[in-house]
Each structure stands twice: as structure tokens, then as C-alpha cells.
């Protein structure tokens, strides 16, 4: 049997039982439907509270009695009980489990030595296009956003080179820890539980630098052509998020420079300014 409950903002959670059949025993698990949702729609994904252990065949009941409420402290959180399969024998076993929709996330964006960038903007993507969020100077804490657990975010850190300054961005940071995975902008997130900061870090690039082929052991330079990648390069029309131009990470192609090749901060080739590069 299923329940279901509204928090005070309007968020919606539903808690019920789940069976396969097969390789899924009786266990409990919720969804839910924030308050900015579509109506119809649980864009809270699925999440498990208790796996069951074994399966029922012995009896065509199941589930009498289940209950979601939501708690008068704070009118957040959501309480949700109901049974699963606990042994192999009739026994059947009772899980309580507390839960919040909303999530709290701050955003920040920063220098390479952790300095705000405050006055730059951070966009977060609202089904059509990417809302600027600004972000404030010290001391006022950073701006945050309103999501829910299970939630995808799409997020896009300034994509200028800061003035003043030769760095520009470089990687998104979950909680302090770097997302090697892809340094794409445009960043997605499923929201999480533990997620607290969202952090756009810069790093410094460098502009003279020379990119040629060379004879090896001699200092005969070839006048040839070079094929370069530069995963930072802002030059793709991403058709998911509107066509905003965004870099492509590791999935950008090799493109043919003449050497030597000098990828600057203002030179033009074909259409392309690399805005300096990353040197590790």
C-alpha cells in the first residue's frame, strides 16, 4: 500500500512498496514531485529506504497499513512507514524512515588560490534557458538555490577571462572535491543528500606559448601544420541547453593549426581565440 504527503511549500512525497516478482523483494521506497514540477509529473527519482530479504508466497496480503506525515516541527520533513519481506518464514518486518525533499545548495565561484569572484555570474539552466545567478563580494555568504534529492542541475560557470587577471574556467567542484570526470561547462549534478557548495573553479592561463613541430635533436623547425585540442576552447553549440556555446571537454576534435602555432588571448583561427591555455 502507498502513502502520500504535501510539506508546507508544496512539495509532494510518495512512499510504497516494490516487487518484482523475481530479483527484487518486497522492500520500500519513495519518489516525489516538487513544487516547480509539471503537474503529473515525480521528478524526484526513485530512492530506496529498505531492500527486502526474501519473497512472499505464502499469503495474498500485503501492506495493510503504510502512513506518510509530515513533521509539524518543521514542516519539511517527511515520515514514512510501512513493511518488507524480513525472513525466509512469515515474518515481516517494519521500517520508519525520515526524509526532506528540499536541499539547500550554495554556488560559488573562485580564484585558482580560492579568492570569490564576486560581480561574475553563474547560470543555472530552467528548462529554456540558463538564469544568472550573481555572484556577491565578501562577507556575504554565497547564493544558494532551492532543489530537491534526486533532482538534476545544470549549471554553467562564467566563461569569460576575469579581468585583471589571465584565468578563466577550469572545473566544477561537489563539496570541495574536484569533478575530473568531464571538465565540461554546463554541468550537470543529481542532487545528493550530503551536496552543500557547487563550485566553479578558474585557474590560470598562459599566453606565450608556442606550439610547433620540431626535427628531433635538431633546431630545425618544419613548416607544417599542427593538429591541436583544447578541451577548454568555448565553441559548441550545446542543442540541449539552447545552443549556448560551451567547451567540449575530452570530447573535442583535433583541429589542423599551422606551425608554429601561438593560441593567444586575441588571435583569431578560422573563427576560433583560444584565450590562452592551462599549463600542469
Not at 526474501?54 to 500485503?62: A, D, I, L, N
Not at 514542516?75 to 526532506?100: D, L, P, V
Not at 568555448?234 to 573535442?252: E, Q
Request: proline share 6%; with cysteine; glycine share 8%.
Amino acid at each position: 500500500m502507498a502513502s502520500i504527503a504535501m510539506d508546507e511549500v508544496g512539495n509532494i512525497a510518495m512512499g510504497y512498496s516494490v516487487s518484482d516478482g523475481s530479483s527484487t523483494y518486497p522492500g520500500i521506497r519513495y519518489c516525489g514531485h516538487t513544487s516547480s514540477a509539471p503537474a503529473g509529473v515525480m521528478d524526484v527519482q526513485e530512492s530506496v529506504i529498505w531492500d527486502g530479504s526474501y519473497s512472499q508466497t505464502t499469503s495474498k496480503r500485503w501492506g495493510d497499513y503504510s502512513n506518510m506525515s509530515v513533521d509539524p516541527t518543521d514542516g519539511r520533513t517527511f515520515w514514512f512507514t510501512t513493511e518488507y519481506k524480513q525472513s525466509s518464514t512469515h515474518t515481516k518486518g517494519t521500517r520508519i524512515a525520515a526524509f526532506s525533499l528540499g536541499i539547500q545548495v550554495a554556488l560559488d565561484q573562485q580564484r585558482q588560490d580560492g579568492t570569490r569572484l564576486s560581480g561574475t555570474m553563474i547560470g543555472r539552466w530552467n528548462g529554456s534557458s540558463f538564469d544568472n545567478i550573481v555572484i556577491p563580494p565578501l562577507p556575504n555568504p554565497p547564493p544558494t538555490i532551492s532543489t530537491a534529492i534526486g533532482m538534476r542541475e545544470v549549471l554553467r560557470g562564467y566563461q569569460q577571462i576575469v579581468p585583471g587577471s589571465s584565468e578563466k574556467y577550469f572545473v566544477w567542484e561537489r563539496n570541495f572535491v574536484a569533478q575530473l570526470d568531464t571538465v565540461q561547462n554546463h554541468r550537470g549534478f543529481t542532487i545528493r543528500d550530503d551536496d552543500a557548495i557547487f563550485i566553479s573553479r578558474f585557474n590560470y592561463t598562459h599566453s606565450a606559448i608556442t606550439i610547433k613541430n620540431s626535427l628531433e635533436m635538431s633546431s630545425i623547425n618544419s613548416n607544417d601544420s599542427i593538429y591541436f585540442k583544447d578541451p577548454w576552447l568555448i565553441d559548441y553549440p550545446d542543442p540541449l541547453y539552447g545552443n549556448s556555446l560551451r567547451n567540449r571537454g575530452m570530447d573535442a576534435p583535433f583541429k589542423k593549426r599551422p606551425s608554429p602555432f601561438y593560441p593567444d588571448y586575441t588571435t583569431s583561427y578560422n573563427g576560433d581565440v583560444y584565450k590562452g591555455v592551462f599549463l600542469t
